[in-house]
């Protein structure tokens, strides 16, 4: 308020104020630019959102002949997590295991593209971007090829003893791991190599001139310095894979179902429609509240 | 200089976004109070009949489930035929891949009573019960279809979803058993046999399709899956339930099986006829087995669906399909079971060894053994399907 009563006392007498058109234009700008993203996310976002939160408090007795009444029926939530609450833990469990695997082997590779490829930097990257060229159902096949109990990676594991004489991989819990850390593994290393790449290699050198040890130079520099990019990656690979079944439908077996089944399965095939909404909607929670709890604790205001 | 309004600040839009969706969500909810029902009646869902202008009809099918032409596959010779002799031009779609997912696809139309685009759509026996049930599929006037009145297989008569054959005409049939590869593992003659064998263990899989997996469950254990109670489920439903926590089933699945069983990762399912007989065209040891305490016949039926507007185009289609002469040429790609009597004949001018192929043309030996699923309410349905699922995992 004070700016706004500012301005015409410094134009003074001299010079008339500005045409109110043009500062009425110039206010809605930013909003009229936002206009055709927020249609879209309000069409394509919040509506269904909205019916879906609608959905998770049908009257559990409704059926499709019938019809649903929106009864509030809140107890669909609880009922919910008591029979589906071993798919729930879980979905988590699977897809922090395939996170700090996926951490293990993306961080190094972000490193190595971004600090240490030289001339080899654009052909790396296009070779982590490169499969995403196909679907993922089609990487997921391969994989069921790749891990087949007659291929030759079960078949060496076998021959060097790692597995039994009648062990697979294949409809494991490893199986399912290793697909959800293969296919969310370009989301973690894209951002972090974002981050790495910017980082400026005097600032090790400094490190080094004062006699930081690498494993230090690291930790203070490096690490700190790709926060963005790691918080960025770690959820960017955390959402999808927690709420993916692919995988599991795939390369596992009912006991490796997750969460992503049980609402696939809601939907599709059971027509359970009030308990996949209100499954669809925990699983929402869940994931905001762990990713809530992250930032805070991570302390950052880059990605949001 | 400072902007002279209150600047936009990402966080102060975000929690504007957020304020006001969550008002437009108490509101929106209050006001969108529930679904209507989807049930349809005669009465209340009449559909217009423009056959007699308009010479179309359009025609979803599921892929591979029509005769192409062996040297150029975008020709399809019964289908070519047909518009050839009827002057009835037909847009055939192959846009149905799962029972589960194209429902999805027409459900919100049809519970509305509008049109789905589609004359013709092709789907398996329980769901073409559970939309017959919902009143979505249109009545045909059965003096139009002569063929299928004399051709229709006596075993596919009388289904409890349609006993006067006027709402679902069967397009293919198939069984649903056991199938094995002889490579990995010996033969196998029972459904117990695949839920016990030591040596099969880890190596079998399921449909996930309930009706099929628990009709031979059923059978094997002495019920009549055309008849049975839900003490009589239960029972087979524990029996699948065992072979789960004993690791002995591998997985359920769709279609998947078939690469998996001619890789061998997995000995033994429970299979589809169809797919066995094509997997058994390029490797002789797989092998498809009617256990012998009975086998599960299904069939996919041509529906057509309310607010649909070339019925009678549909039903010139549905008899030339009916017609010896035409199902043979089919059956002769599509190797599931011809549902029309008389094929056989027809069949024995084309390819003998066809001809004389049980699982093409089942003989009454094994059509005697074969049941079709009971035709559930929607409370049995949704009963079976959750205690189903829950088995399976999801």
């Keep these: ?304 | 200089m400072r902007s002279p309004h209150r600047s936009l600040t990402r966080r102060g839009l975000l929690s504007g976004t957020l304020g006001t969706a969550a008002m437009l969500a108490a509101g929106g909810a209050l006001a969108g109070c529930g679904t209507k029902g989807a049930q349809q009646t005669e009465a209340g869902c009449k559909s217009d009949d423009l056959s007699g202008t308009e010479k179309k009809l359009a025609f979803s099918n599921w892929p591979q489930y029509m005769d192409v032409d062996e040297k150029d596959e975008s020709k399809r010779p019964t289908l070519d035929e047909f518009v050839k002799k009827s002057g009835i031009q037909v847009t055939y779609t192959e846009d149905v891949n799962d029972n589960n997912e194209f429902f999805g696809k027409v459900q919100n139309q049809l519970a509305a009573c509008q049109s789905t685009g589609r004359d013709v759509m092709v789907l398996t026996d329980w769901m073409a019960a559970r939309m017959i049930r919902l009143g979505w599929i249109q009545k045909l006037d059965k003096a139009k279809l002569p063929n299928v009145e004399a051709n229709l297989l006596t075993s596919l008569r009388n289904r409890s979803f349609d006993p006067d054959s006027q709402l679902a005409i069967p397009w293919q049939s198939g069984l649903a058993g056991l199938a094995y590869n002889a490579k990995v593992t010996k033969e196998i003659r029972t459904v117990d046999e695949l839920l016990t064998r030591p040596d099969l263990k880890g190596k079998v899989t399921a449909l996930s399709e309930m009706r099929d997996t628990m009709g031979l469950l059923l059978q094997s254990n002495g019920h009549d899956p055309a008849n049975f109670t839900t003490a009589q489920f239960d029972d087979a439903l524990n029996k699948l339930k065992k072979a789960v926590a004993s690791k002995q089933i591998r997985k359920f699945t769709g279609n998947d099986y078939a690469p998996d069983l001619a890789k061998g990762d997995i000995a033994a399912c429970i299979g589809w006829s169809g797919d066995v007989v094509q997997l058994g065209f390029e490797d002789e040891k797989i092998k498809f087995v009617v256990p012998e305490s009975g086998v599960m016949l299904w069939s996919d039926n041509m529906l057509v669906p309310n607010k649909a507007t070339h019925r009678a185009n549909a039903e010139a289609l549905i008899d030339y399909y009916y017609d010896p002469a035409v199902a043979a040429k089919l059956a002769a790609y599509v190797n599931y079971i011809c549902p029309v009597q008389g094929a056989q004949a027809e069949m024995e001018k084309i390819d003998p060894d066809l001809a004389s192929n049980p699982l093409i043309f089942p003989d009454e030996a094994m059509l005697s053994r074969s049941k079709v699923f009971m035709a559930l309410d929607e409370k049995q349905e949704k009963e079976y399907e959750t205690k189903f699922q829950q088995v399976i995992g999801a």
């Excluded at chain 1, 996949?276 to 992250?294: E, K, P, Q, R, T």
């Design chain 1, 1 to 304: 308020m004070s700016a706004l009563a500012h301005v015409p006392a410094a134009s003074g007498q001299s010079s008339a104020p500005p045409p109110p058109p043009r500062r009425g234009r110039h206010r809605l700008l930013p909003y009229l630019l936002l206009l055709p993203g927020a249609a879209w996310l309000f069409v394509f976002f919040a509506l269904p959102l909205l019916q879906l939160a609608a959905a998770s408090l049908y009257d559990p007795a409704g059926s499709l002949s019938t019809g649903y009444a929106l009864t509030w029926a809140f107890g669909n939530y609880p009922d919910a997590v008591q029979a589906y609450w071993p798919q729930f833990a879980r979905s988590f469990l699977y897809s922090a295991i395939a996170l700090v695997l996926a951490l293990l082997m993306g961080y190094p590779l972000a490193y190595a593209i971004a600090q240490k490829a030289g001339r080899w930097k654009n052909l790396l990257l296009v070779c982590v971007v490169a499969p995403m060229f196909t679907s993922f159902l089609v990487r997921t096949l391969a994989w069921k090829t790749i891990l087949s109990d007659n291929g030759w990676v079960v078949g060496l594991l076998r021959d060097v003893h790692l597995l039994g004489p009648d062990g697979r991989l294949l409809a494991t819990p490893i199986a399912v791991v290793l697909g959800i850390t293969y296919n969310f593994l370009p989301f973690l290393v894209l951002p972090l190599y974002a981050s790495l790449e910017r980082l400026d290699p005097r600032l090790l050198e400094a490190a080094s001139d004062l006699y930081a040890s690498g494993w230090q130079a690291f930790r203070r520099i490096t690490l700190p310095l790709s926060m963005p990019g790691l918080i960025a990656g770690t959820l960017l690979f955390f959402i999808p894979a927690t709420g993916d079944y692919i995988n599991a439908e795939l390369l596992g077996t009912p006991n490796e179902y997750m969460i992503g089944n049980v609402i696939d399965s809601a939907f599709l095939v059971r027509l359970d429609y009030p308990q996949g909404a209100a499954l669809s909607f925990l699983l929402m929670a869940a994931i905001l509240a762990i990713v809530f709890g992250y930032l805070r604790k991570a302390g950052t205001e880059e990605v949001l």
